[in-house]
């Protein structure tokens, strides 16, 4: 009885996905869709990536929380375009909630849309939000076997942020073990390790962000 | 259309819910339901608890992970009867897998049945799962502001663990802060800070654990 009404659920948010991507692609905006569990450093990475990349591209920020618009408020303190979406309860963002969001943004002249999606490592994964790519943060402290305890996250994203990096001294998790579980599952996944709070090993990231957005603009 | 579908499913848990109270309130045994973010220590927390306790109490833990069975191994190496319930991708445990689980354990002198559920902050708070109280464990490296941010799962709890106070010198993070978060959403919320890796502060948990299996005999 449930499944036939979750697939169709599923594929009303993919085709509403769908309209997203080809009006991002329209408009040559890279779109990312950030998820990790609550507390990885969502929006710690996102402060300091508006912060820094500020003069060279204009981004804006679809900020998807159960309550409060706090993250909203800390990203658009670095003076970025930035809309709060409150799922009242729900568990993830789904592609309605994000067109929603970017018909209330001025998107014109924006390079990067990030979306950041509800802190959940499970249900996010099963909602396209319009995004290019979906990119996996975990922190340190929560464990290096989380790509294979929470495998779908990990499998679809282009890229896994190990974030908190400055914690290592002090928790066991091995960069390796985690890189290994998850290309196990994403044999192509990029690994960037960094500390979006004392700002340790971002270029890479940078570099990253600077290459999708000059292919995203040859499309 | 989705509502009513979603409505019968919460109620056809809950009656498969009581089904497992009735079950455990016959038999005297106190069950709890512990929910967390990935990564914030639950499996470490029953690994300490289980082996402290082991000498004044029978103990059985339904293990629930989207995939793997990592973690009934590992509170199985205690001596402890333990079961896993894979979710397959689902993003919480609920009563029905919960009430197999128990028909597949020998719960016959058992005190206490501890509940592992998936690794989740939103959508585990919504299926209750025969258990006497839930329990919150929120790491101190996820940050002080979860309860505001993730209220449901705070509000519905007996107990909040803030665990990983070993890493209270190298996170942005107040005991009293997330304490105050937690009691305007559940004034009667009990908070107990430890951490489950160094052993410091399990005692008023312990405390906690024997004054309810008391109070559950007495039932």
């Known amino acids: 009885m ?12 993919d085709r509403i ?9 329209q408009m040559k905006i890279l779109s990312l ?10 929006t710690t990475l996102l402060e300091r ?20 618009s706090n993250d909203a408020r800390r990203v658009a303190a670095t003076g970025a375009q930035a809309i709060q979406i409150n799922t009242d309860g729900g568990c993830h963002l789904d592609s309605s909630m ?10 014109d002249t924006t390079d ?11 249900c996010p994964a099963e909602f396209e939000v319009g995004e290019d790519y979906k990119i996996t943060i975990l922190s340190v402290a ?17 890229v896994m942020i190990l ?4 914690l290592l001294p002090y928790v066991d998790f091995s960069l390796e073990r985690a890189t290994r579980f998850a290309k196990q599952l994403n044999n192509n996944i990029k690994v960037f390790p960094l500390s979006a709070r004392t700002g340790e090993g971002m270029d890479p990231w940078y570099d990253w962000l600077r290459k999708e957005v000059i292919a995203k603009k040859n499309k």
Request: glycine share 6%; hydrophobic share 40%; net charge negative.
């Open 17 to 25: 996905s769908e309209q997203i991507r080809n009006m991002l692609l």
């Open 2 to 13: 449930d499944i036939p009404v979750i697939r169709n659920i599923l594929e009303a948010n």
């Open 98 to 107: 994000v067109l929603q969001a970017c018909n209330q943004l001025n998107l």
């Open 49 to 68: 990536t508006l912060t820094d990349l500020k003069e060279e591209f204009t981004m804006a920020v679809i900020e998807g929380d159960v309550m409060t």
């Open 163 to 166: 974030n908190k990096i400055d």
């Open 142 to 158: 929560e464990g290096d076997d989380k790509p294979e305890k929470y495998p779908l996250m990990f499998a679809e994203s282009e």
């Open 112 to 122: 990067i849309l990030f979306v950041e999606n509800v802190g959940n490592l499970v």
């Open 33 to 42: 869709n950030l998820m990790s569990s609550p507390g990885s450093g969502k």
